[in-house]
């Protein structure tokens, strides 16, 4: 059987490796294609909310993944979850947002969670994308926000050192949290300077979100 193919769409050149990285861990046996546009991550800065125009892109890049014959398609951008959600309400195969897998597997360390952001949009759209699922699966939950200032910018000019360092700063000064969160893709290389700096469990969102992907694609 031909391996399956998984389209990712990417808001930022910096989480293609975090995401190729996580699949080859996870669901190597995939033929993964990728999709850039990264004028969308500069367009939501500029927006306080996700406009008609942005909406349409986000359909425009899952129709034209679709018609590239994707069986499933991923994005790796966190600051669009309402659009993606439209998105995928009128595709014909699975789309799934970034974050949801990881959200999950972080509840189940407990109510008090702390989510780690490096670009700042992210922070809103994915604290709403949490309440939404909290309120159903576990109302108890409270979410922290933390914004990383310049980790995103550094890891822009290839200075993944101090990107890393920054957001290991930011989880070691969390305290009373059950669970810490790096809240885009492109945060998943400083996993490792994170749990050096803390106690806390931390999670990534390209893991958790391959292991969700694979296992709704296999059925199981």
């Known amino acids: 059987m031909d ?26 046996d995939t033929e993964l294609t990728h999709v850039l546009d990264d ?27 679709a018609d590239c014959g994707a069986e499933a398609i991923l994005f790796a951008c966190s600051a669009f979850g309402e659009a993606i959600e439209t998105a995928a309400g009128q595709m014909a195969i699975p789309v799934l947002k970034p974050n949801e897998a990881m959200f999950r597997a972080a509840l189940d360390c407990g109510d008090e969670l702390a989510l780690l952001v490096t670009f700042e949009p992210a922070g809103p759209a994915m604290a709403a994308e949490f309440a939404e699922l909290a309120d159903r699966a576990q109302p108890s939950a409270r979410l922290t926000t933390v ?6 910018d550094a890891l822009r000019r290839g200075d993944e050192t101090t990107h890393n360092s920054l ?51 296999h059925g199981n």
Do not use: K
């Open 147 to 152: 914004y990383v200032s310049g980790a995103l």
């Open 3 to 28: 391996p399956r193919r998984i389209t990712v769409i990417h808001a930022t050149e910096a989480s293609m490796a975090p995401v190729a990285e996580a699949f080859e861990r996870n669901w190597s």
């Open 39 to 65: 004028g969308l991550a500069r367009d939501r800065q500029r927006q306080p909310q996700l406009t008609d125009d942005l909406r349409r892109r986000i359909h425009s890049l899952a129709a034209y993944a």
């Open 167 to 217: 957001i290991a700063a930011a989880a070691g000064r969390v305290s009373g949290a059950d669970a810490i969160m790096l809240g885009q893709f492109s945060m998943a290389c400083a996993n490792a300077d994170c749990e050096s700096a803390t106690s806390t469990p931390v999670f990534t969102s390209p893991d958790a979100a391959v292991g969700q992907l694979r296992s709704l694609l």
